[in-house]
Every structure is written in structure tokens, then in C-alpha cells.
């Protein structure tokens, strides 16, 4: 059973760096196709992709946050972490990881239940 | 702006048929492949179809997906209350080298 699930901080204030946890269990990360994004969505507002992580440690980030965003893995714990530099409010949002599955099919068929980060000073 | 365009809003009643579309362009629809997801309210996105129109095998037939062209389209049948949430259409673009979401669009079963 694939299940993941986010950690962090609830609350950052702006300029400040937003380190989030994606803690996984039912696979892993070195088995080929595999693959961990993060995905965020402001309140009342749709999903927007943020960064994509392969079991080749190839990655894919998206092109307006690419500046800010680095996506790592520590395979042995079961663990993807998403930075992000320089928070402003309009980052306000809750912050999901996703499974994804099926050699670059850029599809997420596991999600956790997401985090809500509140950018605030 | 959403890089994929989605109707904000699609309302049927119990036991109806709706669609849901998705419209594209080549560098994102037109050259891969499309998923859904549905979104209950205050929960995390589920994955109802993915490559165009397969399902996950938790997911029943009531619900289906298609695309032509630089569109793909979402259809349920059997419309339920349970099926009221946003839906979201998901795809990779090549031209953008992301993958992009659709603005989602909102079932009321009436």
C-alpha cells in the first residue's frame, strides 16, 4: 500500500525559506519509473505543479518557480524535500507530494494529504 | 490563466450523464497524454484516469475519459451526490517542459 504524507512548518514569514518533507512508504524510489512530485493549491484556487524527482535523480521543476525551487531525495529514509526560497504571501497554499508511476507519464496516481502553509509576518 | 482550459462550472442531475472538457493546444494535449483527478471537498486530488482513458482498477466504469485533437474530455455516468466535487484535467507540455493543470471545473449534482 503506497501512502505519503507532508511535514513542515504551518507558518513562514516572507523572504524566509520553506523546507517541506514528503515521508513515503510502499515503494521506492530507486525502482525504475518511479517517480515524487510537489504539487500546491492556494485556497479556493486549482492545482499548480511545482517539481518532479525520478528514481534516475533526473528532475523537472516548474519554469515561473524553477529560481526558487530545489526537489532532493534521501532514499534511504524514504524521503523527498522541497525548498523554496524567498516566501511571499501569495505562496500561501496547501502543499501536496504525489506519487507518480510509469516512466515519465507525468501522471500522480498517489497523493498524501496535503499541508497548508500560511505566509505571514 | 491555466495553461488548459476547463468549463468553471458543469451542474446534472442524480443518475445523469455530464462531461467535463479540457481543451489544449500541441505542445501539451496535442502530443501526450491527459489524466484526471477528482477532488472531494477538503480532501487531497485522486486520480481517475490516466493515458487518455484508462482507469486505476479502484476506480468503476461510471467513469471514463477521451480525448481528440488538442481536447480530452471527462465523462460520468450514474451521476451520484458523492460525485459533487472539482474536477481536474493534468497533462505534460513539451513546449513549457512542466506538467500543467487545467483551472478545474466544479460538478453540482442537482
Known amino acids: 500500500q503506497i501512502t505519503l504524507k507532508e511535514s513542515g512548518p504551518t507558518l513562514v514569514k516572507p523572504t524566509q525559506t520553506l523546507t517541506l518533507t514528503c515521508t513515503f512508504s510502499?515503494?521506492?524510489?530507486?525502482?525504475?519509473?518511479?517517480?515524487v512530485g510537489w504539487i500546491r493549491q492556494p485556497p479556493g484556487k486549482a492545482l499548480e505543479w511545482l517539481a518532479l524527482?525520478?528514481?534516475?535523480?533526473?528532475?523537472r521543476y516548474s519554469l515561473s518557480l524553477k529560481s526558487r525551487v530545489t526537489i532532493t531525495k534521501d532514499t534511504s529514509k524514504n524521503q523527498v524535500v522541497l525548498t523554496m526560497t524567498n516566501m511571499d504571501p501569495v505562496d500561501t497554499a496547501t502543499y501536496y507530494c504525489?506519487?507518480?508511476?510509469?516512466?515519465?507519464?507525468?501522471?500522480?496516481?498517489?497523493w498524501g494529504q496535503g499541508t497548508l502553509v500560511t505566509v505571514s509576518s | 490563466q491555466s495553461v488548459l482550459t476547463q468549463p468553471p462550472s458543469v451542474s446534472a442531475a442524480p443518475g445523469q450523464k455530464v462531461t467535463i472538457s479540457c481543451s489544449g493546444s500541441?505542445?501539451?494535449?496535442?502530443?501526450?497524454?491527459v489524466s484526471w483527478y477528482q477532488q472531494l471537498p477538503g480532501t487531497a486530488p485522486k486520480l481517475l484516469i490516466y493515458?487518455?482513458?484508462k482507469r486505476p482498477s479502484r476506480i468503476p466504469d461510471r467513469f471514463s475519459g477521451s480525448k481528440s485533437g488538442t481536447s480530452a474530455t471527462l465523462g460520468i455516468t450514474g451521476l451520484q451526490t458523492g460525485d459533487e466535487a472539482d474536477y481536474y484535467c493534468?497533462?505534460?507540455?513539451?513546449?513549457?517542459?512542466?506538467?500543467?493543470f487545467g483551472g478545474g471545473t466544479k460538478l453540482t449534482v442537482l
Open positions: 510502499g515503494f521506492s524510489l530507486s525502482t525504475g519509473g518511479v517517480g
Open positions: 504525489a506519487h507518480s508511476s510509469g516512466y515519465y507519464q507525468y501522471y500522480f496516481d498517489y
Open positions: 493515458d487518455n482513458n
Open positions: 524527482l525520478f528514481w534516475n535523480d533526473d528532475r
Open positions: 500541441s505542445s501539451n494535449i496535442g502530443n501526450n497524454y
Open positions: 493534468g497533462t505534460w507540455d513539451g513546449s513549457l517542459g512542466a506538467v500543467v
